[in-house]
């Protein structure tokens, strides 16, 4: 990677959004790095800003345009010049429009223009000329799997295995954005985790808009099942994957996870809504009752699982009823933990274009209702951890005390531990430690590690 100019650049990467936008911009610090530049704290020093953006939820949407407007009146770095770019979802999405209304931007570039930036950076530093513009017209034409990326833990790898979907949620920006299903070669992705576990990490996780069709657009139908065995037999840890819909996943990828030992006893199934009727209107492609049997199906096959899911309240058209069987499903699927968003409209998409006369304040209720309702279910699956000894694979010391390091229990819960006496906090990060647990609260877990850490 040669970019003369950039040598020396100090950067500073801002993220929004899903952990495909993390991985985006693990490759853009890469990236930066193998053209020698510098990463900075703050956006005073920084020669260069990168913005990696998600129009998924609309809070993203105005955070980006919000930060990036205020960089206009802040100093520039020492070395007299800032050149501010913008990629990801919001700018395939708004392009020339984004370029345009924020004062600070000097390059947008397109979901599939990653490795165009170090040349547009260049551009945009060597001349006056504003408003560089790639690739936003054409998503998803192409990807770039083989950019260096510079990972934030080096004992944790997201590795994508597809781009795109085809699916259509009505009220889902996504496929617009990040066009249709693109899946990475099977010996390509399983070379590469076997690579990653050579490297020292520790746990991998596979990453698409909808992993149980993996396969489907080059191989003509879905391969994730074997995909997870074959990463399942590189020797990893710890296996994750996310995002999977619910009616792609099907009994074989059942019997993989419940197969493969590096599978963690996690999955993430969004929902959505609990209503068949607003099921259809968002072009889910599944039932409440067929949800349900899915979750059953996983539970006698998993009987350790711990099941979260994403839900949209307000959804144009939900009716009382309608919400109510969404707290009946949640009730009976027994979620361990639930992402919950009140509907906002996503320009462009088809349930954008739908009027919907239900009260803000009643969709408030509403969401108030579930949202303690996940509260209740959280708390109740922490507690069936209580007094038993969990694997946790360490992160980092808490954000409040030094002497309390936090990690992530196969069940994906945050796990405080208090760092043992003689313990050096920074050898402990990356290892995986056994904690006796004596709380549980809603959104954690604390206790005492016992024995060595491996
Ligand atoms: S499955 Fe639906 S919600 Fe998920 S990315 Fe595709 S269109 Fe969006």
Redesign the pocket.
């Known amino acids: 990677m040669t970019s003369p100019s950039l040598v020396g650049k100090t950067y500073l990467v801002r993220t929004f959004g899903c952990q495909m936008n993390l991985h985006d911009s693990e490759r853009v610090s890469g990236l930066l790095e193998a053209c020698g530049c510098n990463e900075v704290g703050s956006f005073e020093e920084a020669d260069i800003v990168v913005f990696m953006t998600c129009c998924v939820r609309e809070n993203a949407d105005q955070r980006l345009y919000g930060q990036a407007s205020a960089l206009v009146s802040t100093p520039a770095p020492p070395s007299g010049k800032r050149v501010v770019a913008i990629g990801g979802c919001i700018a395939q999405r708004d392009g020339e429009f984004l370029a345009h209304t924020v004062p600070s931007c000097d390059v947008v570039f397109g979901t599939s223009a990653l490795d165009k930036l170090p040349r547009l950076l260049e551009e945009a530093f060597a001349s006056d000329v504003h408003r560089i513009i790639a690739n936003t017209d054409e998503p998803g034409t192409s990807f770039s799997t083989d950019l260096p990326s510079r990972r934030a833990r080096s004992f944790h790898a997201w590795v994508p295995i597809m781009y795109g979907?085809n699916?259509?949620?009505t009220?889902?920006i996504?496929?617009h954005v990040r066009g249709r299903e693109r899946s990475r070669i099977f010996e390509t992705v399983v070379s590469e985790c076997a690579r990653l576990v050579d490297e020292g990490v520790r746990e991998i996780c596979l990453l698409g808009?909808?992993v149980n069709s993996y396969g489907r657009d080059l191989y003509g139908s879905p391969r994730f099942s074997e995909l997870i065995r074959a990463i399942g037999a590189t020797g990893i840890e710890r296996l994750r994957f996310t995002?999977s819909?619910p009616k792609d996943l099907d009994d074989g990828v059942i019997a993989a996870m419940a197969r493969t030992a590096a599978v963690m006893p996690h999955l993430h199934l969004?929902v959505q809504s609990g209503s068949t009727r607003i099921l259809k209107a968002m072009n889910?492609s599944y039932t409440r009752e067929q949800y349900l049997d899915l979750v059953r199906r996983l539970k006698a096959a998993l009987p350790d699982l711990a099941l979260t899911t994403d839900a949209i309240v307000g959804f144009p058209g939900e009716t009382e009823e309608d919400f109510l069987e969404t707290l009946s499903l949640f009730e009976e699927a027994r979620f361990a933990g639930a992402f919950t968003f009140i509907y906002s409209k996503r320009p462009g998409t088809p349930a954008a274009l739908i009027d919907d006369p239900t009260p803000a304040e009643v969709i408030q209720g509403r969401f108030d209702r579930l949202a303690h309702l996940v509260e209740d279910l959280s708390w109740e699956a922490n507690q069936a951890d209580l007094a038993r000894r969990v694997e946790v694979l360490v992160e980092s010391t808490s954000k409040r005390f030094d002497s309390v390091m936090v990690g992530h229990s196969p069940k994906n819960q945050t796990v405080h531990f208090t760092l043992p006496e003689h313990a050096c906090a920074s050898d402990l990060v990356g290892k995986i430690v056994t904690v006796e647990i004596d709380r549980a609260r809603t959104w954690y877990l604390s206790g005492t590690m016992v024995g060595e850490a491996r």
């Open positions: 979907c699916n259509f949620c009220y889902c996504v496929p808009q909808n995002s819909n969004a889910r």
